[in-house]
């Protein structure tokens, strides 16, 4: 079993995904890059996991209940499910536009 996060680490976790460094991480949150750096790998060994994106996908869901705004990247990103029923409707919109068909007068019509 993996122990919960302190939000620091969660912090931590969503800066350095939403950024992609330590260095602009510690910028974002405004800490030392070591602080960012203690977070990140403190996060890691709560996981149990060897690397930072491993220990971000076993924590992604309490990650993005903190930050909402990065909720949606990293259900796409990690929830498997979910990125092939987004893919599924992507494809299906765009076979309806490409049904769609442009008369003379600018009136749209379904294609036969």
Do not use: I
Request: no cysteine.
């Amino acid at each position: 079993m993996t122990h919960p996060l302190t939000p620091g680490q969660l912090d931590a976790l969503a800066a350095w995904w939403n950024t992609g460094s330590v260095r602009l991480a510690a910028e974002q949150m405004g800490l030392s890059a070591q602080t960012v750096k203690n977070h990140l790998a403190a996060a890691r060994q709560r996981s149990r996991k060897p690397t930072t994106l491993l220990a971000l996908k076993a924590n992604w869901r309490a990650v993005g209940e903190r930050h909402r705004d990065l909720n949606h990247r990293l259900r796409y990103h990690f929830d498997a499910d979910y990125a092939e029923r987004h893919r599924r409707y992507s494809r299906e919109a765009m076979r309806r536009q490409r049904a769609t068909v442009h008369n003379t007068k600018g009136d749209r019509f379904e294609a036969a």
